[in-house]
């Protein structure tokens, strides 16, 4: 089976950090974020990832060399001289996407942690034996309609369209940016221009009359698309180790999975990872830290709810809420 990442986007929320680093190569618990939504796919056959990319392209091919990925043959859809959005870069890509079965779509910055680690299975199952033109993966959200536009389905799941305003008889649902595509969408494409995959595509697969299901699944799901949403996903995640909850032991074991060499380890006042344990004589931790591979921290060091990409040499002497990447 095939997965195609959505990685071209400029991340223009997150600067400056994503004028060095695209955003799914940006590291969330220690791994580039565009490795956490893969994970989702541990229990799927998928054999083939294709990438879409623009913004910092080289940056974004250069993660793929790394071993975890050596199962995958993975190619590149490159845009250039103008980023062609969800609808266009999926349609750019299509050369390279099977002709005769149904793929995968994800973003490649999106964190969320479900109650059911088997959801994907299985609305993979309700998607074929529906013949779906499309299925998304959705979740219950407060901010649905207000800060989110929503995804509004009525009682059986049929999308009925999207957007911030309800529409009658649906009840609205918070896109994950996770969806199963049936090959036969691409007839709702024209040609390889900047568009929307739901506003221009999906709303003209249901006017044709298609199955255009949305599949709600019970999940935490984060908001990363600025620093400080993306650090309140980071606390949430030490929250949960901390605790030692199911979902904070699945999200140890991925850490350990994605990144071997970095450990947990508690502070006296916070929690952090890392591949050594912090002389607190030096280097003081609060709330949380996440200290990625290679990295050094001068002393003394008081860092707090910050994040260290790897292989960097830090000699500030407080890090305070921030994401380093360089």
Known sequence: MT??????????????????????AIPFM????????????????????????FHLPQQITS???????????????????????????????KGLLPSGEDFFVINGDEFFVPEDQWFL???????????????????????????????WSDVDGNIKGFGKTPMPGTFGEHNVGLMIVNPRFFKYFD??????????????????????????????WFETGNKEDFLQAHEWCFEQIALGTDKG???LESVHKLTPTLGFHRST???????????EASVQVENFAVIGEGSFLSNPCHIKRSVVANNLEIFDSTIIDNVKVE
């Open 121 to 151: 299975e299985k609305a993979y199952k309700i998607h074929k034996a529906g013949n779906h033109c499309l299925t998304m993966i959705t979740t219950d959200h407060p901010e649905v309609g207000k800060k989110f536009g929503g995804v």
């Open 191 to 220: 040609k390889v221009e900047p568009t929307n995959i739901l506003y221009d595509h999906a709303v003209r697969a249901i006017e044709a009359g298609e199955k255009v299901k949305s599949i709600p699944i019970a999940m935490d």
């Open 30 to 53: 220690g791994s580039p974020m565009i490795k956490w939504g893969i994970e989702h796919f541990k229990n799927i056959p998928i054999k083939k990832i294709v990438v879409n990319t």
């Open 269 to 279: 006042k916070g929690y952090y990872l890392s591949e050594f344990i912090i002389d």
């Open 3 to 24: 997965l195609f990442i959505f990685a071209a986007g400029e991340g223009t929320r997150f600067r400056p950090q994503t004028e060095i680093l695209p955003k799914p």
């Open 63 to 93: 993660l793929f060399k790394d071993p975890y990925f050596k199962q995958y043959d993975v190619q590149f859809s490159h845009e250039k001289g103008k980023i062609l959005g969800s609808g266009g870069g999926l349609l750019n890509a």
């Open 249 to 251: 032991k699945r999200i």
